[in-house]
């Protein structure tokens, strides 16, 4: 899944984007609320992880103008401003959760995968189907009774939006939007070594390649 994360602090921009990379996430970053709103106006994320205390624009205008577009995609709103009203403020502008600084990691991944989740209609925070286990903690997939397999990072990324989007046409174009940051050659045949990769993994069937369409991921099992 790829997130944006638009925060000016230098040093915690960089320590929470390598725990989110690390978490199973490709992250693009901005550090002003103009190129963040550009970016989250234009590029197809997963989720955008806001501060509010932005120079340039003040994030709560980013969020506003993200609304008015009918930009819906999922934000978490970041804050050291903790007051009551603000969070008011910000729920009314159109965020979809709040974590105000210092927060740990641990629960921005949480409430991360579980925003994400809900956007896919799932209620559970684990990822499966009638045969097929994703575990994003540790980043392995199980079949059945066999044995966990690890992924790669790119290989966890590329499963887990199969598996939201269970039953969906997804291009090769589209995968790449989602399985790469901004700043990573995104060569559609190397979508296909991933992709076959994975079939290794889980089976064959559980991947359908459509002709000049893309790929399905399909567990005939449910």
């Known amino acids: ?71 819906r995609v999922p934000v978490i709103v970041l804050t050291a401003r903790d007051q ?12 979809d959760d709040y974590l105000g600084k210092p927060f740990h990691i641990e629960e921005l991944i949480a409430r991360l995968r579980a925003l994400i989740h809900r956007e896919h209609g799932r ?17 392995q997939v199980q079949v059945g009774d066999d044995q966990a397999h690890e992924l790669t990072g790119t290989e966890f990324r590329l499963l887990r939006y199969m598996m939201l989007n269970s ?20 060569d559609s045949n190397l979508i296909e070594v991933y992709v076959r990769r994975l079939r290794e993994k889980i089976g064959a069937q559980m991947i359908l390649t459509k002709r000049g369409q893309g790929y399905v991921f399909n567990d005939p099992s449910r």
């Open 84 to 95: 009551w009203f603000e969070r008011v403020d910000g729920f009314k502008a159109g965020a």
């Open 1 to 71: 899944m790829r997130l944006l994360l638009v925060e000016d602090d230098p040093d915690l921009a960089s320590i929470t984007r390598a725990d989110l990379v690390r978490a199973g996430f490709a992250v693009d970053m901005a550090d002003n609320g103009i190129d963040g709103e550009h970016l989250g106006s234009h590029e197809p994320y997963d989720a955008i992880i806001l501060d509010l205390g932005l120079p340039g624009r003040p994030g709560l205008d980013v969020l506003k103008s993200w609304r008015e577009r009918d930009n």
């Open 123 to 139: 209620s559970a925070n684990t990822l499966e189907t009638a045969s097929v286990r994703l575990d994003e903690d540790l980043q």
């Open 167 to 186: 039953g969906k046409i997804l291009s090769k174009s589209n995968l790449s939007d989602h399985v790469y940051d901004q700043n990573s050659e995104r």
